[in-house]
């Protein structure tokens, strides 16, 4: 399976780059297209992690956790790599989720039974709400016309997107790490490794809020220029 999650992700990153054209439209400079590229290559991912992750939790099956461990970690390590090597600095915030994210995954080989599978659903519910992030990205870099349709719809985005994060990343996965919490609390890093990740998700769902805000507001500043 190591081998197999080494060759996959610079092999779909490749994919994405000769067929660029079929993903953007438009001329992006090197960052942008770095950018568009790494977000489609992380909600694939996510996404492949919601689907295994729960098959998993229905199965038990060893063989499936051993590709989501390796299917993983392979992936945050390639990742982090890219953001270091590219000096895209817009990123350097995901390397401290990656490096916790990383240490998460490899703590799981000490648990089983309940345990392990409240975990691996808290990183699931994780993927989730981080879905709508990649579709709010390529709709902001693919549409430059911003008129009433485009506000509704960016809006609505925006709500999924903070009632995802909140209820899932916020409130579900607090509740399931508090639910392990005296089967891991002999394990410091590892408790502050899942402190900083619910934290970061503290931070981000602040964060999305002012962004919806902010969207209301130019939303309401248009209907008003055109109310005028």
């Not at 719809?153 to 995802?164: C, E, F, G, S, Y």
């Amino acid at each position: 399976m190591l081998p197999i999650a080494l060759i996959f992700w610079p092999f779909l990153e490749t994919i994405i780059k000769n067929n660029k054209n079929l993903i953007v439209y438009k001329k992006y400079n090197e960052n942008d297209l770095f950018k568009i590229n790494s977000q489609f290559i992380s909600g694939f991912h996510a996404l492949s992690i919601i689907i295994f992750g729960f098959i998993y939790l229905f199965t038990q099956s060893n063989h499936l956790f051993l590709f989501i461990f390796f299917f993983s970690i392979v992936y945050f390590i390639y990742d982090s790599y890219s953001i270091w090597f590219n000096k895209i600095t817009d990123y350097y915030p995901y390397l401290i989720h990656h490096g916790a994210s990383i240490y998460f995954l490899q703590c799981l080989f000490n648990y089983q039974g309940n345990v392990k599978s409240k975990m691996i659903l808290g990183y699931v519910f994780i993927e989730i709400t981080n879905l709508p992030s990649y579709f709010i990205y390529y709709f902001l870099k693919t549409n430059d016309n911003k008129n009433e349709k485009y506000y509704k719809k960016l809006l609505n985005l925006k709500q999924i997107q903070l009632v995802l994060y909140i209820i899932f990343r916020l409130f579900i996965f607090g509740y399931l790490m508090k639910y392990c919490y005296s089967d891991i609390k002999h394990q410091p890093v590892l408790t502050f490794s899942i402190l900083g990740l619910y934290l970061m998700g503290v931070y981000w769902s602040f964060h999305l809020t002012q962004g919806y805000l902010k969207t209301k507001t130019d939303f309401n500043n248009l209907i008003s220029k055109k109310s005028n």
